[in-house]
């Protein structure tokens, strides 16, 4: 039976790997203060409500970082949207909203994948007027969470369940996806069979 696949996008610096490795319960993605440092494993599978899936930290290949919207982060974006079931969205609310943030939710909403917009480093407990500006995104709801004391993170899993598919949809003769992007001089190809991904 093939797992569904949630992809994590968003800026460099936001929090996907200290999310990722609070899911995944293993430091397995680096967690640095440099933007766009992530360059370890970057899938892990998790279980939610009795069900496995597989966890993708997309950012594990960035080439470079800028705050800016760049062609990796473009390539993550198209990666989430060709694999994932679901797609997460990570934000950062001490930022605010950004354009990157802006021009991402763009490709998103273009692909008509389903996204569950996630507003990072929310670390006061209680209301937060700064999550108001994060529904212009027009991606719905936001879902206030922090990784790091690992609140509201329960909320963001119950949200994902309910897009992953009916138990006998998404099965593949021989389990594997490939997947072909362009968007370099060079067509990049990813080779996912749910135990391993690997990128050349
Ligand atoms: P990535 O580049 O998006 O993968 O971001 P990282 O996971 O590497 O985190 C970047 C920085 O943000 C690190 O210093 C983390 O400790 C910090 N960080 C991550 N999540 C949170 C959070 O919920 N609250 C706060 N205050 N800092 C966080
Ligand atoms: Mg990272």
């Known amino acids: 039976m093939a797992k569904p696949i949630v992809a994590i996008v968003g800026r460099p610096n936001v929090g996907k790997s200290t999310f990722f490795n609070y899911i995944v319960g ?8 440099k933007p766009g440092v992530t360059r370890d494993r970057i899938y892990a599978d998790s279980n939610w409500k009795g069900r496995d899936f597989t966890l993708i930290d997309t950012a594990g290949i960035e080439e470079k970082s800028e705050d800016k919207i760049n062609v990796s982060m473009r390539e993550q974006v198209d990666i989430a949207i060709s694999v994932a079931d679901v797609i997460i969205f990570l934000t950062d609310i ?33 209301e937060n007027p700064d999550i108001y500006e994060f529904y212009n995104l027009s991606l719905g709801e936001p879902f206030a969470v922090s990784s790091v004391n690992a609140s509201g993170i329960g909320d963001v899993l119950d949200e994902i369940y309910k897009y992953f598919p009916k138990e006998q949809e998404n099965t593949n003769s021989d389990g594997i996806i490939k997947v072909a992007l362009i968007g370099k001089p060079n067509v990049r190809e990813i080779f996912f069979n749910k135990q391993n991904i690997r990128y050349k």
Do not use: W, Y
């Open 26 to 33: 293993e430091k397995i993605s680096i967690v640095e203060d």
């Open 94 to 126: 001490k930022q605010g909203v950004t354009e990157a943030d802006k021009e991402i939710s763009l490709l998103l909403r273009k692909s008509k994948k389903p996204i569950v917009l996630v507003c990072n480093k929310s670390d006061t407990f209680g």
